[in-house]
């Protein structure tokens, strides 16, 4: 995968995977699987994740089902997620339907009672990911920007934490602004920001504050050009990542002399 | 509180919701404008995809008397109630078409729509599509429980007129007759664990602004109530049908347009349906526009898609079986006469021309897995 902006890159890791882009996409929403498949080489991405009640998962090929076989497996890592899930019991009976169908065992952990919202249930995330960690998943869990959760799901095995933004699909950008910071101050994981990213500059910022990758899934599918939006979505990642390495200044509340109180020791 | 006694307080019921709502059918605005909020917001929250759906219809028997209805007990109509072989290749054929959720409707009749009928329905359908749902006549908690665990994720209930005196003066006769029990169905469907329930009211038969802020009241109240649960809504429009009930009141495109896009704005991520009572240029139109879930290719008969059932036809008058008469090549009598009479193949088709993605499949086996 080459770079956007040409800037200097380390690759990173999930699990001992390691990975060149911190930009995730997800695969819903889109007009067509062209646009689809069209936008994801755009981004550059390596991860693309897919909704399990989208795919057919009986090996039949059924043809009104047919969102996997758009995705080349051999270009990108699939992540089934379990969105429908309403609970720990469904998200884990997908998820082993996914592994049995020949899936990776990635899951992106999607559980949302409320399907207004689609805010991720906390009690029942951490009780899939510590009952799917013991069976040898790599558990990739959306969370709400709960500090305390975050550091559940770390012990619990999970191998990255990915709190939202913003509610899928409202586009208000770093919301939890706040208790990100807090989670990424905190982590021992990857932090993957996930849901309500509607611009490239809400994923710069998210790369900024020390993410380690974004997800972008609305903002690419319904862009006028899901492509070019991609492709800016990739720049922003790549400059934000950038600027963090280099260190960001603080901001300030004042404007300030550079040494007025000490300034006395280079007279 | 149910939403019985909700209603009863509506007209001073002031929800800052309910307001936008009204205003927005006020036409201060222009429609356009209208359209445009509700096209992003659709945009937004469900993508370019369209999900699709086709009702089956599995009996026509009916013990209620209810004035606009092609299937009313006191109609002369040819009847039949399919059984499960019947059911099943109905349903191949949809599945044949693409389809990979389908909606159980029927009469509301104690002999020949049982619940333990239903859940054989259920049973047999799930062997081939992933989401099932019903609309059938009203039952307990308890009585949809099994329905539930049989497979069925959907409940539609309409309520017809949300306006007591008129629905009084429709409902002549049978357990239909009951305002308040059918108005509280949602809740209950939703406590027995329908993962959707979906509400409408049928325009024609009452005042429509008042309808349709009851619509909106009902629609606000189950999202509070029901929270679980994925609400959608429906607009059906009364269409020609046995009996020749006649519209009391009229809704214009223009009006209806207005209707749906104020939906879509006050209820951003709710669905929105759009059955085949339309044609299929305000169908092309309205798409964009908020609906979320259509059906195609639709009969409104049982035994519509293959012919199932013929030899089992049956002219009823006023609930008495008349003698059985040669109905070679006649089906049976269809609860409305559909307007847009596309396959299902032509719809997708334009569907992908005005830049949507059809989705067949958007649920699956192992979600509520019994």
């Known amino acids: 995968m080459s770079s956007i902006l040409s800037l200097p890159n380390q690759p990173w890791e999930i699990a001992g995977r390691k990975f060149q882009s911190r930009l995730f996409v997800g695969t819903g929403k889109f007009a067509s699987p062209l646009d689809m498949k069209n936008a994801l080489t755009a981004s550059g991405c390596e991860l693309v994740t897919v909704a399990l009640r989208r795919a057919d998962l009986s090996g039949r090929e059924d043809p009104s089902a047919d969102i996997l076989s758009h995705l080349d497996k051999e270009k990108y890592l699939l992540v089934p997620n379990t969105s429908g899930a309403m609970n720990a019991e469904e998200a884990v009976r997908l998820a082993r339907l996914a592994a049995a169908a020949g899936l990776p065992k990635w899951i992106k952990l999607e559980i949302h009672p409320d399907p207004r919202y689609l805010l991720p249930d906390p009690i029942e995330t951490l009780k899939a990911t510590e009952i799917l960690v013991r069976e040898g998943f790599t558990i990739l869990p959306y969370i709400n920007a709960d500090p305390v959760l975050a550091k559940r799901l770390e012990e619990a095995g999970a191998a990255v934490v990915m709190p939202l933004g913003s509610p899928i699909g409202s586009n208000r950008g770093l919301e939890t602004r706040g208790q990100l910071q807090i989670i990424i101050e905190q982590a021992t994981v990857p932090v993957i920001i996930d849901a309500g990213l509607g611009s490239p500059a809400h994923a710069a910022e998210a790369l900024e504050l020390g993410a380690s990758a974004v997800l972008v899934n609305t903002a690419i599918a319904i862009a006028k050009d899901p492509s070019r939006m991609a492709v800016s979505f990739a720049a922003a990642v790549e400059a934000g990542r950038a600027a963090y390495e280099m260190g960001l200044p603080q901001p300030r509340a004042h404007a300030s002399a550079t040494s007025p109180l000490t300034g006395f020791l280079d007279r | ?370």
């Open chain 2, 1 to 370: 509180m149910s939403f019985v006694q909700h209603l009863e307080k509506l007209p001073e019921h002031r929800s800052p919701l309910l307001d936008r709502f009204r205003h927005l059918l006020s036409g201060a605005q222009p429609l356009e404008t209208l359209a445009a909020e509700a096209a992003q917001l659709t945009r937004r929250h469900f993508g370019h995809t369209m999900r699709l759906f086709a009702p089956l219809y599995v009996s026509n028997e009916c013990v209620n008397i209810c004035k606009y209805c092609g299937f009313s007990r006191d109609n002369p109509i040819l009847r039949v109630t399919l059984d499960l072989d019947q059911v099943e290749a109905e349903a191949r054929y949809l599945v044949q078409e693409g389809f990979r959720s389908i909606l159980i409707v029927a009469g509301e009749h104690p002999k020949f729509v049982s619940e333990s009928y239903l859940e054989d329905c259920i049973k047999r359908l799930r062997r081939l599509v992933p989401s099932v749902s019903l609309e059938v006549g009203p039952m307990e908690t308890e009585q949809y429980r099994p329905l539930v665990q049989a497979g069925a994720d959907g409940l539609i209930v309409y309520q017809e007129t949300y306006h007591p005196a008129t629905y009084a003066e429709l409902h002549v006769a049978g357990p239909k007759k009951d305002f308040a029990w059918r108005l509280e169905c949602p809740e209950r469907a939703a406590a027995a664990g329908f993962r959707r329930i979906g509400i409408g009211a049928l325009l024609g038969l009452a005042p429509w602004q008042e309808e349709v802020l009851a619509l909106a009241a009902h629609t606000e109240y189950l999202l509070k109530h029901c929270w679980k649960s994925f609400v959608t809504v429906s607009f059906p429009r009364l269409r020609p049908a046995a009996g020749e009930f006649q519209p009391q009141v009229h809704l214009t495109d223009h009006e209806f347009t207005r209707l749906i896009c104020a939906f879509r704005i006050c209820f951003p991520q709710i669905g929105l349906v759009m059955s085949t009572r339309e044609p299929a240029r305000l169908r092309d139109g309205l798409a964009p526009l908020g609906i979320t879930l259509m059906s195609a290719g639709a009969h409104t008969e049982p035994g519509g898609y293959t012919g199932a059932g013929r030899e089992n036809l049956h002219r009823t008058e006023k609930g008495k079986v008349l003698p059985t008469i040669q109905s070679e090549g006649e089906f049976a009598t269809e609860q409305f006469a559909v307007s847009d009479n596309r396959p299902a193949a032509a719809v997708v088709s334009r569907l992908k021309q005005l830049g949507f993605d059809p989705v067949w499949k958007d649920w699956d086996h192992a979600l509520a897995e019994t």
